[in-house]
């Protein structure tokens, strides 16, 4: 069994934070608050087959280690009615609104960390960058997090593309390559953003076969922690060796 198919207690609570069956997040609470945030984006290549409940493990150990954890569901490639937007809509509302929720349960705001494995990598990072969208954007606006740490994260969209990760999983997402349709990935690529306004750590097992840790390296901000050996999910599973360096990341405390 691994760890995207071992089950975990529920979360403690679902809340909506929008309109849409989509929009709500899983709070887990640690015994004592307040608590330091995380709010965790899951993984899947954005693909519809992938949800939030493959993080419940995940989110159990974070709970259990003392953090308020929010896992935010969002719409994947082909399941918004306005198109390829639709995943960076759900997001630029949770940014806004994932906090405020969790700190109405015991989070301590001034300790907010976003962090994502995988696609939820990239879109952790590209919530984070958000000040540093063009000024008519409408995903434009504050940084939701202090710190952001992506969990072999696909964090360049252009590379992601290029390598065929997923099976085409980006342009799938985007609705066309790169080279096809410039001005989406322009907006939606954290590679291609300023750097986000807070610290940015990069996790990355040297043995991802999923996505290679040759995308972190490759990314133009942030400090890179590799762990030796590792393989893409054992940065979200909590009986895995690699475990101990993904709280050390999280916490901000990694050598």
Do not use: K
Request: hydrophobic share 45%; charged share 15%.
């Amino acid at each position: 069994m691994t760890v995207l198919d071992r089950a975990a207690p529920p979360p403690g609570l679902t809340v909506p934070y929008g309109p849409l069956a989509e929009h709500v997040v899983d709070l887990r609470l640690p015994r004592d608050l307040p608590a330091p945030l995380i709010a965790l984006i899951h993984g899947g290549f954005w693909r519809p087959a992938y949800d939030r409940t493959h993080l419940g493990p995940m989110g159990q150990a974070l709970a259990a280690a003392g953090y308020v954890v929010a896992v935010p569901e969002y719409r994947r490639a082909g399941m918004a009615d306005e198109g390829w937007t639709g995943t960076f809509d759900d997001i630029a509302l949770a940014a806004g609104e994932v906090g405020p929720i969790a700190g109405a349960h015991g989070a301590d705001l001034g300790r907010t960390t976003w962090a994502g494995h995988s696609a939820g990598g990239h879109l952790a990072v590209w919530a984070a960058a958000r000040p540093g969208l063009p000024a008519g954007s409408r995903w434009r606006g504050p940084g939701p997090a202090t710190r952001v740490v992506s969990l072999a994260g696909c964090v360049c969209l252009r590379l992601c593309a290029e390598w065929d990760l997923g099976a085409g999983a980006a342009a799938n997402l985007m609705g066309g390559m790169p080279d096809e349709v410039p001005e989406r990935y322009a907006v939606a690529d954290p590679a291609a953003l300023p750097p986000p306004p807070v610290p940015v750590t990069l996790v990355h097992g040297t043995a991802d076969d999923q996505v290679p840790v040759r995308m972190s390296r490759a990314f133009p901000a942030g400090r890179l922690a590799e762990i030796p050996g590792a393989g893409h999910f054992d940065l979200i599973d909590p009986l895995s060796e690699a475990w101990p360096h993904v709280l050390a990341a999280l916490a901000g405390t990694q050598a």
